[in-house]
């Protein structure tokens, strides 16, 4: 649907109070540490695999009770995977139906299929490796060989994909393609009591390839009772246990931009400043030991917007550390120097560079903005990365390339490139809004607050898009909860194409949606 219905005259001041609602909420969160505690929501695919570990070591009788309650309750599942793999787990399946194949990769082709992604084949080999270990199907044939191969991934992947290649070997009756080394990738290097790479995920399909492997099963106990340890009050399991270093940054940033709590900015700052890596990275959490891009940026955004010269040193190895990770055609990879560039991180790299030292980095502004506006689709649109949402990307993007713009690192070549861009991006987002005013994560789909705040923070700066942005706005003050935090459906994916719920992130976005539309509309606020 194109076009907005009316409008609230008094937009612009609702969207004043809807951000001070929004910021004292989101003040509220932060801990006397200056961090924010961001759970991740319980899922079916961590859960149901630690029901089939629970069930199997006879450990924990109450946790055990308490996911199966858990995958019983059919508001746990999100999806057509969640419903398959919830039927798998409570054996005999609940109302749901299996689909009528009970061939493994048969079934991952029904379900994922129709992702189109460059780490497909890797999930595909995931979703057959715990639907053979939750009983729902068999494994029929050997998967590539390459899809196995991991040596340039991040190191929860490493072990992920050596789990999933040790259940693929049993179910086949082929242990004997599982080397010496294989199986020391399984063996914790971690701590007693501590969880692999901090990924719950990555965790339990270490312990499923585990039980193939008596020798192992004081290991495989020890992992199962560090597992207990992360259960949630609903009784399921996530993807990890928190989050917490890549919210702080955002939500640091999105406090700094409404103007609000100085005090408390500073105290989420420093305590971000504290735990930079010596290679200048972040980790999404503390007790992780892999650095992402994502999380730099949002560490970094964090430190510029609160005060760029008390934090300049940490800005500077943390843009360096940005700088090491381009690769040659101008892309970055979230994980690794090397890896399949991609648009979102490219564009969130290139929005610190420009906002924090622009003649620095005006080599690496130039290759990743050629790198952006050369894998634009015609419609004006991206190809999805961490986001169910079309607009992630995009918001991304125009942040990005807006923020390249105001400085004089762009060559003409590239300039110009970047406001072709941001125009076909713009009319893009303007002709898939909803008659409420707001977007839906696919075109045509229901509006939603997250959604609607990319695209909002989008298009608040062009002129192009002023009437529309207005009603977007409308749309995000009407949607607002009582305590001022926005809900929305979870839209992050991880890994792809499963969804994660983290229910913070829609105040964060709508907290920068809506400042972008009140500065740009009426002034400063």
């Known amino acids: 649907m194109t076009g907005a219905g009316p409008i609230s005259a008094h937009v612009g001041s609702a969207a004043r109070e809807a951000v001070q609602g929004a910021a004292g909420y989101l003040a509220a969160q932060v801990g006397p540490d200056g961090t924010v505690d961001a759970p991740c929501e319980s899922r079916v695919l961590e859960s149901a695999l630690a029901l089939q570990l629970l069930r199997y070591t006879e450990l924990f009788p109450r946790s055990l009770t308490k996911v199966r309650s858990f995958l019983d309750n059919p508001n746990s599942r999100a999806s057509g995977i969640d419903d398959v793999i919830a039927a798998a787990a409570l054996r005999p399946p609940l109302h749901t139906s299996l689909p009528a194949s009970s061939d493994a990769a048969s079934m991952t082709d029904q379900i994922i299929g129709h992702f189109p992604h460059f780490t497909t084949g890797r999930k595909k080999i995931l979703l057959q490796a715990v639907l053979h270990a939750l009983g729902a199907a068999s494994v029929t044939q050997w998967p590539q060989d390459e899809l196995f191969d991991s040596t340039a991934l991040q190191g929860w992947k490493r072990t992920e994909m050596t789990a999933c290649k040790v259940i693929i070997a049993h179910a086949l009756g082929t242990p004997d393609r599982v080397s010496d080394t294989d199986l020391a990738a399984l063996l914790p290097s971690h701590g007693p009591g501590e969880i692999c790479h901090a990924n719950i995920l990555v965790h339990l399909l270490a312990l499923t390839a585990l039980q193939n492997y008596p020798q192992h099963r004081g290991t495989l106990n020890a992992g199962v009772?560090?597992?207990?340890?992360t259960q949630r009050p609903d009784g399921g399991f996530s993807l990890t246990r928190d989050m917490n270093t890549t919210i702080t940054g955002m939500a640091t940033a999105a406090l700094a931009v409404a103007a609000t709590n100085r005090s408390l900015q500073r105290r989420s700052a420093d305590a971000l400043a504290d735990i930079q890596h010596s290679s200048g990275a972040w980790t999404f959490s503390l007790p992780a030991d892999q650095t992402d891009v994502e999380t730099t940026f949002f560490a970094l955004e964090a430190l510029h917007l609160t005060d760029p010269a008390r934090y300049a040193d940490h800005l500077r190895r943390g843009c360096d550390y940005l700088s090491d990770m381009q690769n040659p055609d101008g892309g970055l990879n979230n994980y690794a120097a090397g890896g399949i560039s991609e648009t979102s991180h490219t564009a969130q790299s290139l929005t610190i560079w420009a906002a924090h030292h622009p003649s620095r980095y005006t080599a690496q502004i130039n290759r990743a903005t050629r790198f952006i506006t050369s894998h634009q689709r015609q419609d004006g649109g991206f190809d999805l990365n961490w986001s169910a949402s079309t607009g992630n990307?995009?918001?991304?993007?125009?942040?990005?390339?807006?923020?390249?713009?105001?400085?004089?690192?762009?060559?003409?070549?590239?300039?110009?490139?970047?406001?072709?861009?941001?125009?076909?991006?713009?009319?893009?987002?303007?002709?898939?809004?909803?008659?409420?005013?707001?977007?839906?994560?696919?075109?045509?789909?229901?509006?939603?607050?997250?959604?609607?705040?990319?695209?909002?923070?989008?298009?608040?700066?062009?002129?192009?898009?002023k009437n529309a942005?207005?009603?977007?706005?409308?749309?995000?003050?009407?949607?607002?909860?009582?305590?001022?935090?926005?809900?929305a459906p979870p839209d992050t994916y991880?890994?792809?194409?499963?969804?994660?719920?983290?229910?913070?992130?829609?105040?964060?976005?709508?907290?920068r949606a809506l400042c972008s539309h009140a500065t740009n509309q009426f002034g400063s606020m």
């Open 469 to 487: 942005a207005t009603a977007a706005a409308g749309y995000l003050c009407d949607v607002q909860q009582p305590n001022g935090a926005f809900n």
């Open 393 to 465: 990307v995009i918001l991304r993007v125009c942040h990005g390339l807006h923020t390249a713009l105001a400085t004089s690192a762009l060559v003409p070549e590239q300039r110009d490139r970047a406001r072709h861009t941001i125009i076909n991006s713009t009319r893009y987002l303007l002709s898939h809004q909803n008659l409420d005013g707001g977007w839906g994560q696919q075109p045509d789909r229901p509006s939603d607050a997250t959604s609607t705040a990319y695209a909002l923070t989008s298009i608040a700066f062009t002129s192009e898009g």
């Open 225 to 229: 009772t560090a597992l207990a340890r």
């Open 494 to 511: 991880s890994p792809r194409p499963l969804l994660l719920d983290i229910k913070i992130l829609p105040t964060i976005y709508a907290i």
